[in-house]
């Protein structure tokens, strides 16, 4: 598993990359900066390690609570979390849930000090009139969400690969460890 930092940094260094190919394809450079927006948001806050007590975790400062029943309901790397696809799928609906929840709570409090008049219906049109009219930029956000949450995943594969060849090259220390303490009680 590589660091927090080491993270940060593969997320840092591959953005270039992803402006190129987000350029692209979207010819468009509101949008690439969405996904870049995206990427860097999934590679530095809403990130895999989100299952754990990690940098991404603590980046999200008093609010970083919300990730505590994901922490506990999700084993760390397992596919929920760390799964191409359906690990930003999972948080993405996760966090929307908080969200829904942190609306409902603004406008009840808005209504109730009599400042809005609004039901759950018209907050729930407006959210849809919101996602329908700017899909794109949607689309490009979970995009780089999913991109920033890839260059995770592969870091992570690629330092358990190199882990596990080490281990296989590395003489057995315990072993030795054993026979040097047989070799001293004699
Ligand atoms: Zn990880």
Redesign the pocket.
């Known amino acids: 598993?590589?660091s927090g930092r080491t993270?940060d940094r593969i997320t840092l260094w591959a953005l270039p990359l992803v402006v190129l190919v987000a350029f692209q394809v979207t010819l468009s450079g509101w949008l690439t900066a969405v996904v870049c927006l995206g990427f860097m948001l999934g590679g530095w806050v809403l990130?895999?390690?989100l299952d754990i007590h990690s940098v991404q975790y603590k980046r999200w400062g008093w609010l970083r609570w919300i990730w505590l029943p994901y922490r506990g309901r999700i084993r760390?790397?397992s596919r929920w979390s760390?799964g191409p696809l359906i690990g930003t799928a999972v948080r993405v609906l996760y966090l929307s849930l908080w969200l829904s929840l942190g609306g409902i709570i603004a406008v009840d409090l808005l209504n109730s000090a009599q400042r809005t008049a609004l039901s759950w219906g018209d907050l729930a049109g407006g959210l849809r009139w919101v996602l329908v009219t700017y899909w794109p930029w949607w689309l490009a956000l979970v995009v780089g969400l999913e991109l920033g949450a890839l260059s995770?995943?592969v870091a992570?594969w690629l330092s358990s690969a190199a882990k596990k060849k080490r281990r296989k090259t590395r003489p057995k220390p315990k072993l030795k460890r054993r026979a040097s303490r047989s070799v001293k009680r004699r």
């Open positions: 598993m590589s993270h990130g895999p390690d760390h790397r760390h995770h995943y992570d």
